[in-house]
């Protein structure tokens, strides 16, 4: 018995250490205030970053990303990650409430305090999204670069489907050897096993999601399948694990 005690004391403390712990900013001056999302929002399950510890964040599991914030922020944690939703741009949220999120007492010498709010729908839905500066949506350039508005296409003109699925052209980065891009301009025919080993990611995200694979370009590093909005979503999620380089709609 003593040691079962013993057990439970530490994991106990072990998870203290572990949390976050989130603080109610009462009076903040974003609660009570309607925001608009600037463009497509993805509304993503998992968890990520420095808010994963978050309990409160965790909770409503439902976290909102932008074109813009995504496109703009390299390295993203990806891992476990996945997408509920797409709002369309100029969906309006409510913010109902403001946290500060502090890191342990380990955690705080290599992570500073986070702050988040709380966002619903007119539908009651919640949504957490971070805060910067008493902003929420922080745009970093508005989705002017290349790759952001190459992503944005597809949403644009799909967006009377519904939830149908479309057909969509991957173009994926060529890999050398070692698995790095390869950036000077190399002309076809490209070597067979260039194409396999650029493409091998790609391929199986794609089987293990059960995404419909329509045709794999056995001389271009080009790929095209079916997909769902949500399935779209994940793979704009994924894009730089994938060696994505660009999306391109096929006729529908």
Known sequence: MKNILLFVSFFCCQFSLASNTDTLIKGHSLIGK????????????????????????????????????????????????????????????????????????????????????????????????????????????????KLCKNWRQPLKSIQHLGNKEFNIQITYFLLDKEGMVIFKNIRPPYPEGMLNRSRKNLISFLKNKKISIIDINKHHPFVSIKVSRLEYGDLFLNFENLKIKSVSLLNN
């Open 34 to 145: 309607t925001v608009i999302t600037p463009d497509f929002t993805l509304v993503v399950g998992g968890i990520h970053d420095s808010y994963s510890l978050s309990p409160t964040y965790k909770a409503v599991d439902a976290t909102l990303i932008t074109l813009d914030n995504r496109t703009s922020t390299s390295a993203f944690p990806t891992k476990g990650l996945y997408t509920k939703d797409i709002l369309p741009p100029n969906s309006k949220l409510k913010v109902k409430k403001v946290y500060r999120s502090k890191p342990s007492l380990i955690r705080s010498i290599f992570a500073g305090d986070t702050f988040f709010a709380i966002t619903s729908d007119i539908n009651g839905k919640d949504y957490t999204v971070p805060v910067h500066q008493d902003e929420v949506f922080f745009e970093l350039n508005g989705c002017k670069s």
